[in-house]
């Protein structure tokens, strides 16, 4: 157990749908992040956010829109889905976001999401 | 373009013998490097870093060294022991002012046969 959690852990959607990920820290971190990652490829990062402000949108289109309610909760909602959107979502937390020094980051398990 | 590099999808080592996971990468920016590992369903867990002003970094079974000059770091586990099976992921990062991302590698499967 990492501390950080995530719902669900596999969805199945078709194209026309709208779903939800959420994601929760139970570490008091101020920063959290959401990553993608696809078959034979790395991580790769969509999301950040500190403090529930966003600081990065990694070039990631608009059918994914992320929502910082609170520094503890992070949601990512899904909508008109396309089947290469099909991969593992990871979400991530860490203390802050000093970008001075390295700040681990501990991931929740993923969604497993297929688009059919 | 890949800036970490992970080219051996899959390793297997014999129990008791010395595993070496290997991790290149091109981006001279990178001064801050990170080891996690995967288990299946569950999410990357770190393990181990080290910074560019040293060259080793040790914590217990695991050990990294760092080559900057031929932008390559290895990550040594010994003795390997079958809980070790997991995919391991090279991570980096420029920690230098407003840079907080890290960019992993695609990972390499590390079995450890008892």
């Known amino acids: 157990e990492t501390g950080v959690t995530q719902t669900p852990r596999h969805l199945v959607m078709g194209m026309t749908n709208k779903k939800s990920l959420k994601c929760e820290q139970h570490l008091g971190h101020n920063a959290m992040y959401w990553y993608k990652q696809s078959a034979k490829k790395p991580l790769e990062l969509m999301f950040v956010y500190s403090l529930e402000e966003r600081v990065e949108n990694n070039s990631v289109p608009s059918r994914f829109s992320p929502e910082c309610p609170n520094s503890s909760h992070l949601f990512l909602h899904l909508h008109t889905l396309q089947p290469e959107d099909s991969a593992l979502y990871l979400c991530?937390?860490?203390?802050?976001?000093?970008?001075?020094?390295?700040?681990?980051?501990?991931f929740g398990p993923g969604t497993r999401l297929t688009v059919l | 373009d890949q800036q970490v590099k992970q080219n051996s999808p899959s390793l297997s080592v014999q129990e008791g013998r010395i595993s070496i996971l290997n991790c290149d990468y091109t981006?001279?920016?990178?001064?801050?490097f990170l080891w996690y590992k995967k288990y299946p369903a569950e999410g990357p867990t770190f393990l181990i870093s080290i910074s560019s002003i040293k060259d080793k970094n040790e914590d217990g079974r695991f050990t990294v060294f760092l080559n900057k000059s031929a932008k390559h770091l290895s990550l040594h586990i010994v003795p390997s022991q079958p809980g070790d099976s997991a995919v391991y992921f090279c991570?980096?990062?420029?920690?230098?002012?407003?840079?907080?991302?890290?960019?992993f590698g695609k990972g390499t499967k590390l079995s450890v046969i008892p």
């Open positions: 991570a980096a990062k420029d920690s230098g002012a407003g840079s907080y991302q890290l960019t």
């Open positions: 981006n001279s920016m990178f001064d801050y």
């Open positions: 991530a937390s860490s203390q802050d976001l000093s970008g001075l020094g390295i700040e681990e980051q501990f």
